[in-house]
């Protein structure tokens, strides 16, 4: 066997937090400054996944050293500024030098070897490296050398939302493999005779990987294509959890990162109208919450699952489960979760007919909104911002049939949404078409729902396909109004979600 070329690691020592760049990002929330990454990287013809977690590892100096896409980025949103006026050490100085554990080393058949700087802990941020987050962006293509093996095979021809489906098949996380002794050249079959490799922290980072994976293509294409690929990397996280781990800390990681995608795979679920089975994910995701302890996940479930009542029909449900999330959440310190979860409860009172819980409900959201972010703010909640607050509103609104306010609202949501969230700009446009076309404004309803025909080629989500049928038939006594019959015939040639 030959020796190893893995320079022996260093004493662990901790990483040096990145004060430069926490304070660039000054009052902002770590979601809001990763919109506004993301969309600096827009505007340069760059795409990067960056979110909360990204920029919190930025923060703690977790990573010493961007790749080249958050290089140009970080440059164009602070000019005249170099890498080390932004905190980060030179590129040089932490190319190739050092090793981490055993257990944090990635499998080779998930990511290529990482670069780290000689201290423990401080990661160089090379393409296929242990930083995957932006890296394996299914909308930038990268023509370097350094690019990782798992980019260059799935993503160098993403465009539509059928490849943005097909990209989910290289996330399958790293099954648990075992190494089965022999006789004779076969391997037995002996469970005994079996070496089952732990899960390590590389696949907890593979495991979160994943559901930032899903969530971006959802925000971009919607569920519909992306539910059935996501479930082999759900089947791999509960593999993974089965095969245990040396470390609590990574045990810890493991347990809610399968929690967390047990809610993506199941809010995939939800929106392709596969209700039951969003049912399933959710339980499944508050189950691992109970077993752990983990409020952040039992206040996230429960969230979900409010809103995935709401949706089926039993109102009383909905309040019932966004109160439960409310009693966990009060510990976690994040006034926009609270406010969310305030309007899940509003959306149980709207589908009850009573007006004045919803409008109690809806005075809380608001209040706790105009708090402001916080650090505490889960990174999952980066959707929510003003125009999904208006969106969760309007549809408050509509449920209660104010149709005159629920337009309002449901205009205001789809002029305030980020571009990044085209799923959500063709909802609310959707919701906008519906409830002008109910409130007596039929030409008005079809402009709105010729808007949401020409997002159908990117967004696949049989909710708002749904929806989009239900203004189709309201608007078929009006054909006589201006646009009215022209989106009536686009919409019937409209292609449908299989």
Known sequence: ???????????????????????????RSPAEFAALVRRAAREIGERVSCDAR?????????????????ERVFLHMFPGRTLTDLGFAPRASVRGRGARTAEDTPCEHIMSPAHTSGEAGEVDETPGAYEPYDTQDPYHTHHNNEESDVLRRAFMTCGGATVAAASLGPLGLPLPHSRLRTSGGS????????????????????????V??????????????????AAAPLRAAYALLDAGTTRQATADRLHSGAGELAISVGWLAHDSGRFDDARSHYA?????????????LEAHAFCNTAFLARDAGRPREAVRAAQAAQRVARSLGSSRLMSLLALREAGGWAGLADRAGCEQALARAHALYDRGPSDADPEWMSFYGEAELAGLEAQCWSALGDWTRAARHAGR????????????????????????ARGGRPDEAAVAGMRVLDLLDQVQSSRIQAMLEGTARVLLPHRRASGVQEFLDRHASAPRSP
């Open 413 to 436: 949501a789809a002029d305030l949404q980020d571009p990044h969230f085209t799923r959500n700009i063709a909802l609310y446009t959707t919701e906008l078409a519906d409830d002008l």
């Open 212 to 229: 930032r994976r899903i969530r971006l293509l959802d925000d971009r294409h919607g569920a519909d294509g992306l539910y059935r690929r």
């Open 54 to 70: 990204y920029i919190g590892r930025v923060e703690a100096g977790e990573i010493r050293c961007p790749n080249y896409a958050y």
């Open 284 to 296: 499944e995701a508050l189950a691992t919450a109970r077993m752990t302890g983990d409020q952040a």
């Open 187 to 210: 391997p037995t079959a002996s469970t005994a005779e079996r070496r089952v490799r732990r899960a390590g922290a590389s696949e907890a980072g593979a495991l979160e990987e994943a």
């Open 1 to 27: 066997m030959a020796s190893s070329t893995v320079t022996p690691p260093r004493p662990n020592r901790p990483p040096r937090p990145n004060l430069a760049f926490r304070q660039l990002r000054g009052q």
